[in-house]
C-alpha cells in the first residue's frame, strides 16, 4: 500500500481516510528516521572530535635548554651530541642525548673504523657579552611533549609566529 502511495497509483476505492492515515505514517517514519540520523550523526562526530585530542600529540626537542615551558611535559633532559666538525661519519643531525645512558655492549676502543658521537659545548668567545658567559659550557636539551597538538615547526630568523601558527618557544639560533 506504501508503494502505491507513494508511486501516485492509490485506488480512489481506499478512500481519504486510508490516504490520510498512509500520510501520517510515511510523516511518522520520516520524522524518526530523521531523529535516528541526528543523533547518529552527532555522536560519530563526538566521536571523531575524541579520538582527534587523544590523538594529537607532539614532540619537540627544545636545544640549549635543560626544562620545556609550563604547557609540555618534559620526555627527557639532557644535553646535545652529534659529529664533530672534523671527524668523518657520526650523526647527522644533532642528538638530544639522555643524562642518564644505559649501555649495551660497548667497548670504549678508539679506531679509525668507528663512527663517534660528540657532546657539544658553546664557542662563543667571541660574541656579544651576554653569550660570552656560556663559552666552553654543554649545551643542554630537553625533549618536550605538548599534547592536543599535530604539528610543530620551528621557524629560523622570526621572533614571532605566522598567522594561524601559536608560539611554543622562542631563543636564538646558534650554530
Not at 524518526?32 to 572530535?49: C, G, H, L, P
Not at 650523526?91 to 679509525?112: M, N
Request: with cysteine.
Amino acid at each position: 500500500m506504501l508503494q502505491g502511495y507513494l508511486t501516485g497509483q492509490l485506488s480512489s476505492a481506499l478512500g481519504a481516510y486510508q490516504v490520510e492515515a498512509l500520510r501520517r505514517e510515511f510523516k511518522s517514519f520520516t520524522k524518526n528516521v530523521e531523529e535516528s540520523m541526528k543523533i547518529f550523526k552527532e555522536k560519530t562526530e563526538a566521536d571523531i572530535q575524541k579520538m582527534q585530542e587523544s590523538n594529537s600529540s607532539v614532540v619537540y626537542t627544545r636545544w640549549g635548554k635543560k626544562t620545556c615551558p609550563s604547557n609540555a611535559e618534559i620526555v627527557l633532559s639532557g644535553y646535545v651530541g652529534g659529529s664533530s666538525h672534523d671527524h668523518k661519519g657520526a650523526a647527522v643531525d644533532p642528538l638530544c642525548l639522555p643524562r642518564d645512558p644505559e649501555w649495551g655492549i660497548y667497548s670504549d676502543v678508539s679506531d679509525s673504523l668507528r663512527a663517534f658521537v660528540f657532546g657539544t659545548e658553546y664557542e662563543t668567545s667571541t660574541s656579544p657579552a651576554n653569550l660570552r658567559t656560556l663559552h666552553d659550557h654543554d649545551v643542554p636539551c630537553a625533549v618536550c611533549l605538548r599534547r592536543n597538538r599535530s604539528v610543530v615547526k620551528m621557524f629560523p630568523a622570526r621572533k614571532s609566529c605566522y598567522k594561524g601558527w601559536k608560539l611554543e618557544y622562542h631563543g636564538y639560533l646558534i650554530s
